[in-house]
C-alpha cells in the first residue's frame, strides 16, 4: 500500500481510507469529510424516483465525521432512523426516505417514497414499525407501492380531490396502463422512450382499449410535468361526461 502510494496509483483521502484512481467521485467526497450520502443524491444512486436530482450532493454527518472546511453540500442533521455503520459512506434506505420527507415538497417525496417500494428495497410493513417524525408519517399514510413512476404518484395525488378511485399499473388487453380512473378512463403518460416501434404498440393498444369500451387520454412528460392544468382539464371534462364509468351507468345517468 505504501508503495501504490508513493507510486500515485491509489491515494489516501483521509486517514484509514484508500481510494483507487477510477473511484466514485461522491463516496471519495464523502471518505474525507466523514459523511454519508443521502436524501436525494443517495436515492438517485438507487434508481429511485427523484424529480430533480441535479444540484449540491446531500449529505448526513456520520458518525466519524472529519472536518467539512471545503465541503459544498446540503448537509442534513438529525438522529438517523437506523443507526449508521462508522465506515458507511451511504445511507440505509430508510434514512434516506426519512431526509427526502423533510427535504422535498410532499408530492416530490411522496413519489421517491413510492419508488422505493414499488422497487421492493422496502416494504409497507416494514415502514409502520419505525419512529418516523411527523412530515415521514403523512407520506407513509399515503404511500402505496404500485406506481412504476413518480408521475403516476403526482397524477393520483393531483386528482384525488375528484373523489373517483383511482389505480394505477393496471394490466387491461395484455398490457398495463399507467392509471385507470373509475372503471373505463384510462390514462397513459409518454415518456422519453415512447418512439418507434414503442410507439407503434402504444397506439395498436390504444385501439384495443377503445374497442372494448375504455377511453384513452395520453399525455406527455412534458404536459405533466409544465401543463398540469392542461391535463387536470381534459380528466375533469371526461368524468363530467361520464367517460370514467362503464356504458350501462352513464346510460342510468342519461335515463334520469
Known amino acids: 500500500m505504501d508503495a501504490a ?4 496509483t491509489i491515494t489516501r483521502p483521509r486517514r484509514g481510507w484508500l481510494a483507487s484512481p ?19 443524491t443517495q436515492a438517485d444512486r438507487l434508481g429511485l424516483w427523484v424529480h430533480d436530482p441535479s444540484g449540491i450532493p446531500h449529505v448526513a454527518v456520520g458518525t466519524n465525521s472529519a472536518s467539512r472546511r471545503g465541503l459544498r453540500a446540503k448537509v442534513h442533521w438529525g438522529a438517523p432512523v437506523i443507526q449508521r455503520h462508522p465506515d458507511a459512506l451511504v445511507d440505509p434506505v430508510e434514512n ?4 427526502i420527507a423533510e427535504c422535498e415538497p410532499f408530492e416530490q417525496a411522496l413519489a421517491t417514497w413510492e419508488s422505493a417500494l414499488n422497487r421492493s428495497l422496502v416494504t409497507i410493513e416494514e415502514l409502520h414499525g419505525l419512529p418516523w417524525r411527523p412530515a415521514a408519517r403523512r407520506i407513509l399514510a399515503t404511500a402505496v407501492p404500485f406506481s412504476d413512476a413518480g408521475l403516476e404518484t403526482y397524477l393520483r395525488e393531483r386528482i384525488r ?6 389505480r394505477a399499473q393496471i394490466w387491461i388487453a395484455g398490457h398495463r396502463v399507467d392509471a385507470l380512473i373509475g372503471s373505463r378512463l384510462v390514462i397513459q403518460i409518454d415518456g422519453g422512450h ?4 414503442q410507439r407503434s404498440e402504444d397506439i395498436r393498444h390504444d385501439a384495443v382499449l377503445k374497442l372494448r369500451g375504455y377511453h384513452v387520454i395520453r399525455v406527455s412528460y412534458a404536459q405533466m410535468m409544465f401543463d398540469w392544468p392542461m391535463v387536470q382539464d381534459l380528466i375533469m371534462r371526461a368524468v363530467a361526461q361520464g367517460l370514467h364509468e362503464a356504458e350501462s351507468s352513464r346510460k342510468r345517468v342519461a335515463l334520469r
Do not use: F, M, N, Q
Open 5 to 8: 502510494l508513493r507510486a500515485g
Open 22 to 40: 477510477t473511484a466514485d467521485s461522491l463516496l471519495l467526497g464523502a471518505a474525507r469529510h466523514g459523511v454519508v450520502l443521502t436524501c436525494r
Open 96 to 99: 434516506v426516505l426519512a431526509h
Open 161 to 166: 380531490w375528484l373523489r373517483v378511485p383511482v
Open 194 to 197: 415512447h418512439v418507434g416501434a
